[in-house]
C-alpha cells in the first residue's frame, strides 16, 4: 500500500464512514 | 503528491488502513463552509471525526513526523473510548505508549489508558497505575498533574 487516496468532499468522506467503520481524518490545509 | 509527514510509508499505510482521509482546502479571503462547521481557524487542522461527525480529535498547527503517526493512533484509541469500547480502546493506547514512548502525545494516551481500564474493569488501580507511570516518566506534563488525585489510590 502506497499513496494516500484523499477524498475531497466532507460529507462524502462521512457518508463512507457510516459504513465502512472506519474514523475520518480530516486535513485542513492552506490553499492560498 | 503526499509531503510531509504524509511522504512516510508507514504514515501513508496507517492513515490507508485505519481512516478515510480527506483533505480541506482553506483560503485566506473567506472562510470556507467546512471551516465554519467544524469550527477551524487555523491551518493546518487536523480532525478524527466519527460518522456523525462528532469530533474526537484535534491537533492545531504543524505536528513533526515522529508524532505525527501517534497522533493518528491517539485519534483512533479516542474514538473508541467514547464509545465506550474500552476492551479495544485499550489495546490502542497500550501499542500507542509502546511504540511511541516519547511522542508528545504519550502522556495523554497513558492517561487515558488508565482511565480505559478504569471503566473496563471498575478497578480504581489503572488510574493509580497511570499516575504512577505519567510521574515516572513524564514528571512536568499535565497529565500528570491532571492525574494527581489518583495518589488517593491505594495499589
Keep these: 500500500m502506497s499513496e494516500i487516496v484523499w477524498g475531497k468532499e466532507v460529507q462524502e468522506a462521512l457518508a463512507r464512514a457510516a459504513t465502512g467503520h472506519k474514523p475520518v481524518f480530516l486535513d485542513f490545509w492552506f490553499a492560498g | ?155
Design chain 2, 1 to 155: 503528491m503526499n509531503t510531509g509527514p504524509y511522504s512516510e510509508k508507514k504514515v501513508q499505510d496507517y492513515l490507508q488502513e485505519e481512516f478515510i482521509p480527506v483533505k480541506s482546502e482553506c483560503f485566506w479571503d473567506k472562510r470556507s463552509e467546512a471551516m465554519k462547521q467544524f469550527g477551524v481557524s487555523w491551518t493546518p487542522t487536523l480532525l478524527v471525526l466519527d460518522a456523525t461527525g462528532r469530533e474526537h480529535h484535534r491537533v492545531v498547527g504543524f505536528v513533526p513526523s515522529d508524532d505525527f503517526l501517534a497522533h493518528l493512533k491517539l485519534g483512533k484509541a479516542k474514538v473508541l473510548f467514547d464509545r465506550f469500547r474500552f476492551a479495544e480502546a485499550i489495546k490502542e493506547f497500550t501499542a500507542l505508549i509502546e511504540e511511541h514512548p516519547t511522542a508528545g502525545v504519550a502522556p495523554e494516551a497513558i492517561f487515558f489508558l488508565g482511565v480505559a481500564e478504569y471503566w473496563n474493569s471498575h478497578d480504581p488501580k489503572g488510574l493509580r497505575r497511570a499516575l504512577d507511570t505519567l510521574v515516572a516518566r513524564f514528571p512536568q506534563s499535565e497529565w500528570t498533574r491532571r492525574a494527581a488525585p489518583y495518589g488517593q489510590i491505594p495499589l
